[in-house]
């Protein structure tokens, strides 16, 4: 071979040679951060103990939606000692039933769960002190904005057959 080319390509490969060891670096770490682990994961799915405690919580919780159409009445006919009762009374459990309910839900909905849940408690908190200041719109307002949202959340509890 000639010397003149011989000593060219010596000096172009010694100036690319570092590049190389950067460009396979940069390979290496990409292929092993992508290629970790299956294509696809499966989305996470209820556990059968945790449907029992779903089945278990969920008829305590929809009795006290299926009650909400009493503080309607009471509201309507401007019956404030019965609403302030029945907030106190009855939907005094609401907050540990939803909150019991809300922890065995997939961590998808329990997040959002927990917000509604939260929203509810805000509205019947204010539901109560318009009913102390006898203030019939504000109340029916606040009756409807919780019932939206205890529909809401219950829309992401699982259904029985």
């Given at each position: 071979?000639?010397?003149?080319?011989?000593?060219?390509?010596?000096?172009?490969?010694?100036?690319?040679?570092?590049?190389?060891?950067?460009?396979?670096?940069?390979?290496?770490?990409?292929?092993?951060?992508?290629?970790?682990?299956?294509?696809?994961?499966?989305?996470?799915?209820?556990?059968?103990?945790?449907?029992?405690?779903?089945?278990?919580?969920?008829?305590?919780?929809?009795?006290?939606?299926?009650?909400?159409?009493?503080l309607?009445?009471?509201?309507q006919?401007?019956?404030?000692?019965?609403?302030?009762?029945?907030?106190?009374?009855?939907?005094?459990?609401?907050?540990?039933?939803?909150?019991?309910?809300?922890?065995?839900?997939?961590?998808?909905?329990?997040?959002k769960?927990?917000?509604?849940?939260?929203?509810?408690?805000?509205?019947?908190?204010?539901?109560?002190?318009?009913?102390?200041?006898?203030?019939?719109?504000?109340?029916?307002?606040?009756?409807?904005?919780?019932?939206?949202?205890?529909?809401?959340?219950?829309?992401?509890?699982?259904?029985?057959?």
């Amino acid at each position: 071979m000639y010397p003149v080319l011989r000593d060219v390509d010596t000096m172009m490969m010694g100036r690319f040679r570092p590049l190389l060891g950067i460009l396979l670096a940069v390979i290496a770490t990409t292929l092993v951060a992508c290629g970790g682990g299956p294509a696809s994961k499966a989305p996470p799915t209820y556990t059968p103990a945790v449907l029992q405690q779903v089945e278990l919580y969920s008829p305590g919780v929809a009795n006290l939606r299926d009650r909400f159409p009493e503080l309607a009445g009471y509201i309507q006919k401007e019956d404030w000692v019965n609403v302030q009762s029945f907030i106190h009374g009855p939907m005094g459990e609401l907050r540990a039933r939803v909150n019991r309910l809300a922890a065995t839900l997939l961590p998808k909905d329990k997040e959002k769960a927990q917000a509604l849940a939260q929203e509810l408690y805000v509205h019947l908190e204010r539901l109560d002190e318009a009913a102390a200041n006898r203030q019939q719109v504000i109340a029916g307002q606040e009756y409807r904005n919780a019932l939206d949202d205890f529909d809401s959340f219950l829309s992401l509890v699982p259904t029985f057959q």
